[in-house]
């Protein structure tokens, strides 16, 4: 059981609903993938209309609404209380974007909202890249939560870099952390859960697959498959092989080449 933003959720793969060919294969793929939270554009809610919102609805999970498309402190929050208006959630996922070719977070932007949301009550879930720093920065303006990147958003390259990732994780190990962006296989959930990290959460992975469906069980999949690995503990890793079958007591045999 994952205990994150105040709640319990047994489900450690977190959804988007962007880029599906078609509402029923967005519903469809949310619930094959057992997600319990659910993440969901306030802009594109607000655009969309009543039908999307009737749309989603149908789903019995937690609303994790973002802020997509801000690129100022003072925009996401104003942003961040449309979204608990209209979601009735105090859950916020904050993204202040600071370049528009990788979609970077601009660090500073996202450290101010942090502080302003948080003292407006907000459970805020940053996404941030994997610099240590600027996680430690927005654990000191009241985050209890983290979402790093793997990659940047919709590149589908994985972990781009495990060494930060894993010294991230090994710094702060009691900060729930969330990979977010950037995942394009199951293997890559499997990956960052074997790494310790307490979940992951992905879009375009599993919306843009040719059987968006079937993808997202395998996410589901991997996710579960990287989190047991994790809790079981791996072999460590070795510069020399060593036989699984010991070799001490084995008998061996001996040629005998005769008498010359």
């Not at 959804?15 to 993440?39: F, H, K, N, W």
């Not at 390259?157 to 710094?171: E, F, I, V």
Request: hydrophobic share 40%; net charge negative; aromatic share 8%.
């Amino acid at each position: 059981m994952l205990k994150i933003g105040g709640k319990e959720i047994s489900s450690r793969l977190f959804l988007g609903t962007a880029l599906y060919p078609s509402p029923q294969v967005m519903l469809d793929s949310i619930r094959e993938s057992g997600a319990e939270v659910v993440t969901v554009s306030v802009r594109r809610e607000g655009q969309g209309g009543e039908n999307f919102w009737k749309q989603i609805n149908q789903l019995d999970c937690q609303w994790l609404p973002n802020t997509a498309g801000c690129h100022s402190a003072k925009e996401a929050v104003t942003t961040a209380e449309m979204a608990r208006e209209v979601f009735q959630t105090d859950w916020i996922k904050l993204e202040v974007i600071g370049d528009e070719y990788n979609l970077q977070p601009d660090p500073f932007q996202l450290v101010d909202a942090t502080k302003e949301l948080v003292k407006r009550g907000f459970k805020v879930f940053p996404y941030c890249t994997d610099d240590l720093v600027l996680c430690q920065r927005l654990l000191d303006a009241g985050c209890d939560i983290l979402m790093p990147w793997g990659a940047p958003i919709g590149t589908g390259r994985g972990l781009s870099d495990p060494y930060a990732l894993q010294t991230l994780r090994q710094r702060l190990p009691d900060v729930p952390m969330v990979i977010d962006a950037g995942l394009g296989l199951p293997s890559h959930a499997a990956q960052a859960m074997e790494m310790g990290f307490d979940a992951v959460l992905l879009n375009t992975a599993v919306a843009q697959a040719e059987a968006p469906v079937l993808m997202a069980k395998a996410f589901k999949n991997s996710v579960e498959a990287g989190r047991q690995g994790f809790e079981a503990g791996a072999m460590p890793v070795r510069d020399i092989a060593k036989p699984s079958t010991p070799v001490l007591g084995t008998p061996f045999w001996q040629q005998d080449k005769g008498d010359h």
